[in-house]
């Protein structure tokens, strides 16, 4: 057995800069081993394709006739499946019945000697081509849809358009066109367009409930008169339009405030602010370096600066998303509106204002969740956008937890608006009042059109009931000028 000499370390190169004199000696590549070629083998072994999968590491002409065989089969099922995919897109459920008849009925005509069946079978099958051929073609039009007011208050007249033009060089036939809008469709049907010519037709869009109403996508149809095969074909994008709550003016609701040196200056008088007001005597407490000291020696008497106190507004509304607080749907709408007014008219004071809705419990949740959603305040269009979609459920916070979970999160609350319907006690709207910290002036609005508007006093809680949206406007006057 022959023993191979031990591996010796590699000495590290040396570089030189004189130039060797010894010959140069040529390296050439050693034959590789086995063992280095089975590193880099070209084989099947590892490989986990669709080949191996179905004849293993097999070569030779069999497993080649058998993957080609297995090829063709998979490209054939994949064509038949693709075309069974757009034959079932355009035959109605008539049409797959007369399909399913005409084969049944020339067989058992032919078998039975039944004249009659036949007949039928064969003007069924008349029928079937006669569809088909409606089919042919492919229509040279052009549409377009607009929604010219992508933003409308509820009630407000909302129309769309759409603009179909022939851009073709032959005169097109005309079509039937379907415009979804909401839950319902609009179906149009349009005469025939010369070379060049153009059309508009404007449709209307129900406008009676708040909500965001998806309009679109303009789809042509094609279709037999007998209704055998139908073919959609999808020209436009889904276009939106919102649909606002209705809101009013109120008067600006500079009632509640709180301490802030970048604010506005008040009637209140303070010991130290930045808006000077006027000169009082000295009293024990007093700082010194508010003393006067001209007015000090010109009086005989310490003279001390007095402030106006500058404050800001930071109002907080909060609506309430709760079923079992509103009587009816009305008092929903109407809660919405008065969240919407009350928000709108803050935007537009360029007030500090937050406004939240009750968070919803997943109907399989295990515990009741406590939260608020954030609506969004940057501007009054985007406010009016959130409330559009939101909706009474359940299994949402009542207005005493929607008081709760803000008064937590919400700082420097100085004004908060809970907006409720007439399914809250008074104990309960009283009990919401004590989630806010002292100091926090809470005005609860109760959207009751069975009662009579009105303005009650408890204490630290103002109630301000209200009948129809209009009310509030006077109510809010009669609170300010109390």
């Known amino acids: 057995m022959a023993v191979r000499p031990a591996a010796t370390e590699p000495r590290p190169t040396r570089w030189s800069t004189r130039r060797s004199t010894t010959p140069k000696t040529v390296l050439k590549a050693a034959p590789t081993s086995g063992r280095f070629d089975s590193q880099f083998s070209t084989g099947t072994k590892g490989l986990t394709n669709a080949r191996t999968r179905i004849v293993g590491d097999r ?9 080609a065989t297995v090829r063709f089969v998979t490209g054939a099922r994949q064509l038949a499946t693709r075309g069974f995919d757009r034959v079932a897109a355009v035959v109605t459920p008539l049409g797959w019945a ?6 049944v009925a020339l067989g058992f005509g032919y078998g039975l000697g039944w004249l009659e069946l036949v007949v039928v079978g064969y003007a069924c099958l008349a029928i079937v081509i006669i569809a088909v051929i409606y089919l042919v073609g492919r229509s040279s039009i052009a549409i377009e849809l607009r929604v010219p007011h992508s933003r409308v208050v509820v009630g407000e007249r909302a129309v769309g358009e759409i603009i179909v033009s022939n851009p073709g060089r032959t005169r097109a036939l005309g079509v039937t066109v379907e415009i979804p809008v909401g839950a319902g469709l609009a179906e149009v049907a349009l005469p025939g367009l010369r070379r ?17 109403i998806p309009v679109g ?4 149809v094609r ?6 095969v139908r073919r959609e074909l999808i020209w436009t994008d889904e276009a939106q339009l919102f649909v606002h709550p209705r809101t009013i003016g109120i008067p600006s609701m500079s009632t509640g405030f709180i301490r802030d040196l970048e604010g506005n200056p008040t009637r209140d008088l303070s010991n130290n602010d930045v808006s000077f007001h006027a000169l009082r005597e000295y009293v024990p407490g007093d700082e010194r370096r508010y003393i006067h000291w001209k007015s000090t020696a010109r009086t005989g008497t310490y003279m001390v600066r007095q402030f106006e106190e500058t404050r800001r507004s930071h ?15 009305d008092e929903f ?4 509106s008065v969240a919407g007014s009350l928000g709108a008219r803050a935007i537009r004071d360029a007030r500090t204002v937050t406004v939240v809705a009750s968070e919803t419990t997943p109907e399989f949740a295990k515990h009741k969740v406590f939260a608020v959603r954030l609506l969004s305040t940057l501007t009054r269009t985007r406010l009016l956008d959130d409330l559009a979609v939101v909706e009474h459920s359940e299994t949402a916070l009542t207005i005493t937890d929607v008081a709760r979970v803000t008064g937590e999160q919400a700082g420097g609350v100085s004004v908060a608006f809970l907006v409720c319907g007439s399914g809250v006690t008074p104990q309960q709207l009283r009990a919401a009042s004590t989630k806010f910290p002292l100091g926090v002036e809470v005005v609860a609005v109760v959207c009751d059109p069975d009662k009579a508007p009105g303005l009650r006093r408890v204490a630290g809680l103002s109630v301000l009931t209200i009948g129809y949206l209009d009310d509030l406007q006077k109510s809010l006057s009669r609170s300010k000028a109390a």
């Open 59 to 67: 070569t030779g002409f069999l497993a080649d006739a058998i993957i």
């Open 98 to 103: 007369i399909f399913t008849f005409i084969p």
């Open 196 to 212: 060049g010519a153009a059309l508009t037709h404007e449709f209307v869009i129900p406008t009676a409930r708040r909500g965001v």
């Open 217 to 220: 996508p303009v789809r042509t």
């Open 223 to 228: 279709a037999d008169p007998v209704g055998i």
């Open 315 to 329: 109002l907080v509304i909060a609506l309430s998303l709760a079923s079992s607080d509103y009587e009816t749907e």
């Open 333 to 336: 709408e109407m809660a919405v």
